[in-house]
Structures are given as C-alpha cells and as structure tokens.
C-alpha cells in the first residue's frame, strides 16, 4: 500500500498534534501496533532528542522511551546533568515496528523503510515547529540518516556539530537500545561513555547559545 501524504496546519499545539496523531493512517505500520507513540516533553524544550522509532514497551504504554533503552537514556542524561522534564522526546517513526519471534510471544524489532520515515515526516516536522528547540540530538543511525542524509555514518561523524533540516546546532549519537545490544561489557562502557559525552556537548552548545541571545535580545 502506498504512503498518504498527510497535511498538518502550521501553528498547532503539542496537545493537539498528539490527538491527531492517533489517528494516523499515512502509512501501514498502524494496523500492528498497538497505538500511536507520539512524542513528550517540555514544550518550551531547548533540546529536542530524536530516536527512531517506539520499542515494544513504549507500544504498549503510548509514551517515547519507557523501556530498557529509555532507562539507560536517563540514566545517561543525569551524568551529562540534563534534566529529562526540560526536554523533548520524540522518534521519526510513531509507531512501532515488528515481527514475531520463532518462538515465544516476543516481539522482536524491524527497521522503519525510507517510505515509513518519509510518510511520518510531517509530524516530526509539525513537533519541530511547535518547540523550536535550540540544539538537536539523533538517537542512531536511521534517526540521523532521516535527518542528515541517507549516506550519513554514526561511526564516522557521531559528536560532531552539524546543521541539519531540523536544526543549526544537530549531534549524532548512539541509540542507547544499540548500547544495549553491544557484544560484551567492554563495548557497552564504552558506547555509553560516548552518549554521555556527546549529550554533555549539547548541554555546553545550548549554554553558549544563551549569552548570544540575552545580547541580541539587548540590542
């Protein structure tokens, strides 16, 4: 079935944009979830973090980052002393993606194609409009291959200050459910030394976006 181009008004509320949302139907991933994941936060967020899409136990809860990922998000963004209530979570993708496991009742995760990410664009653009974050943070490589272009490489370019279509001030990191699955301990340490890292180098973008501000708001 063909993606529908969905059509959002421009100056929407974050309330209203998640009402709408659940009803969307642009592309098929909505018949096997079991609702729309939309994203949450401060609306005045500085900082907006972008994933790719909801993980089973967010599927089942309706809220971003809920689950195992969600926690060691946390747990990271308390080192870089970012406090989660100040900002935005969302995913490229709303719903989530899946196919049963072999055995068991599992649902195991599947990537979103180009066409799902380009049919659910429209929302993470209308989020985009509605919080106007300061600095941007992609959450693995299909997140930051939707923003940054398809040829885009975590493992070249992770950390680095990027202007990108959602933002001016854009790093890319790892997802932390990719930490998660690293082979062994070793790996996992350090992929999560690097998320804290590069979500501490937002925090020390967004500070030195403030004193510009204050002097441009003098002049």
Known sequence: MPSIKIHIPTGTTLPALRREAQACRACDLWKHATQTVFGEGSARAAIMLVGEQPGDQEDRDGRPFVGPAGKLLDEALAEAGIDRSQVYVTNVVKHFKWSPAERG???????????EIKACRPWLDAELEAVKPKVAVCLGATAAQAVL???FRITRERGKIL?????????????????????????????RGALVQDLKKAAAVLRNLRPRERVANRQ
Not at 105 to 115: D, G, L, S, V
């Open 163 to 191: 202007n990108s279509s959602i933002s001016s001030q854009t790093i890319a990191t790892f997802h932390p459910s990719a930490i998660l699955r690293a082979p062994d301990p070793q790996a996992r340490q350090t992929m």
């Open 149 to 151: 272009g398809r040829q």
């Open 105 to 115: 009742k599992r649902r195991i995760h599947k990537k979103p194609t180009y066409a």
